[in-house]
């Protein structure tokens, strides 16, 4: 089967070395190389790597809407079908329509349950059960399209966002080859069902400890890595990487015990893991070794 496969980040990367390994992938597409690290040099994404090492012909438009000079390429391409996970642009008309059987998505999340860019991270904070991978036949609309096969994975009291990821990555890498061999029909989504994930920025990493304890132990296993979980001790900015929520009462933020346990508003928060800016992460009791943090001092 002739495919072109898009995709970006890490998480499309397992999909596109199995559709390789079974079928003719034409063409790649991803985002194009950013500035990364401290020289901010040129760095191509995950995928794009992975492309060049597969041998396969990369391209990086940075808009398909309105792009005619790729929109006639793609279309001279004459595939079978597209595979897109997690590419990063919208796809127009033209592109979806173009391939004989269609684009199809791998997304993360069981769907119509988490549409949109973070459906992992939103699995996690909402304390979902389960989570998994839907293949889906694209639309126009986000995250829409009909559903061709789902398998679901347990969201275990101990994972984060990368954990799953992890599982979830090679989850959709081997439901889109049996989408491909298969050509199931399609389901279509229950609108009224429906949950949205938006995306996730840097702002999103600042702890509010007004909210329960249960809710901030989801969010650092949600934001981690990325956007992470802070908060400020003073002047000083202090990641959480993990976290227990246990008893406790007190002015939200304030820390009650020796041992770091932090108010909430219901119940409190005791930290496992934390990092201070430019230093390793610790646990909390290498931490409050080389750290001094009185009880009533108040996190903000």
Not at 77 to 97: M, R, S
Request: proline share 7%.
């Amino acid at each position: 089967m002739k495919l072109a496969f898009f995709g970006s980040p890490d998480f499309a990367v397992p999909a596109l070395r199995a559709l390789a390994a079974a079928h003719e992938v034409a063409a790649v597409y991803a985002q194009p190389p950013k500035p990364a690290g401290r020289g901010q040099r040129e760095t191509p994404c995950p995928v794009h790597r992975a492309a060049e090492e597969l041998g396969i012909a990369v391209r990086t438009p940075r808009r398909l809407r309105g792009n005619d000079e790729e929109r006639d390429f793609f279309a001279r391409l004459d595939l079978d079908a597209a595979v897109v996970a997690a590419y990063g642009l919208i796809l127009p008309p033209a592109i979806l329509v173009a391939p004989k059987r269609g684009c199809l998505n791998i997304h993360a999340s069981l769907l119509p349950r988490w549409r949109g860019a973070a459906p992992i991270q939103a699995a996690i904070l909402a304390g979902d059960a389960q989570t998994g991978i839907t293949i889906m036949q694209m639309d126009e609309g986000l995250d829409t399209g009909a559903m061709l096969l789902k398998q679901a994975v347990p969201i275990g009291p101990a994972d984060t966002a990368e954990t799953l990821h992890d599982r979830l990555a090679a989850m959709g890498a081997g439901l889109i080859l049996r989408a491909l061999a298969e050509a199931p029909a399609g389901e279509i989504q229950d609108d009224a069902a429906s949950t949205y994930a938006p995306k996730l920025s840097r702002e999103d990493a600042r702890l509010n400890f007004l909210k329960p304890a249960v809710e901030l132990e989801r969010q650092i296993r949600a934001f981690h890595p990325w956007p992470g979980s802070l908060a400020l001790l003073g002047d000083i900015v202090i990641k959480f990487l993990s976290a227990d929520v246990v008893d406790g009462d007190g002015m939200p933020g304030m820390i009650l015990d020796d041992r770091m346990t932090i108010a909430c508003g219901e119940r409190a928060l005791r930290p496992r893991m934390l990092q201070r800016a430019g230093k390793a992460a610790m646990s909390a009791e290498e931490f409050l070794r080389g750290f001094a943090v009185a009880a009533g001092s108040r996190f903000y």
